[in-house]
């Protein structure tokens, strides 16, 4: 399968921004569908993660509450709803995909990597 993220961009400090990633050349069901961020001068870090069909989801920490992901598995399509953004959300969002079941959230859990899509969020 190969991953396409979009729907970054420059927005300010409280504003809100959704991420797609659209899949292609594999069955998309088949895989935990996850989003990793990497801020400048940091290291990829888990964000979160959908399972198969949707159902069950989880999150980072930090997220607290102003992040949703979701799937549509009949548009192959995975996506990151984010509100209430903060300085420190900036960051290059990739979208990955994983064969493993169950709560999947370390980098190397993941087999296929979309490129990223860089939020910056302004004060």
């Known amino acids: 399968v190969q991953l396409q993220a979009s729907g970054g961009g420059l927005v300010q400090a409280g504003d809100s921004l959704r991420l797609s990633c659209a899949a292609s050349g594999g069955t998309f069901s088949y895989y935990v569908m996850g989003w990793f961020r990497q801020a400048p001068g940091k290291e990829r870090e888990f964000v979160a993660a959908?399972?198969?069909?949707?159902?069950?989801?989880y999150y980072a920490d930090f997220v607290k509450g102003r992040f949703t992901i979701s799937r549509d598995n009949t548009k192959n399509t995975v996506y990151l709803q984010m509100i209430s953004l903060e300085v420190e959300d900036t960051a290059v969002y990739c979208c990955?995909?994983?064969?493993?079941?169950?709560?999947?959230?370390?980098?190397?859990?993941?087999?296929?990597w979309g490129q990223g899509t860089l939020v910056t969020v302004s004060s």
């Open positions: 990955a995909a994983s064969k493993l079941t169950g709560r999947v959230f370390r980098v190397y859990e993941y087999d296929v």
């Open positions: 959908v399972s198969r069909s949707g159902g069950i989801t």
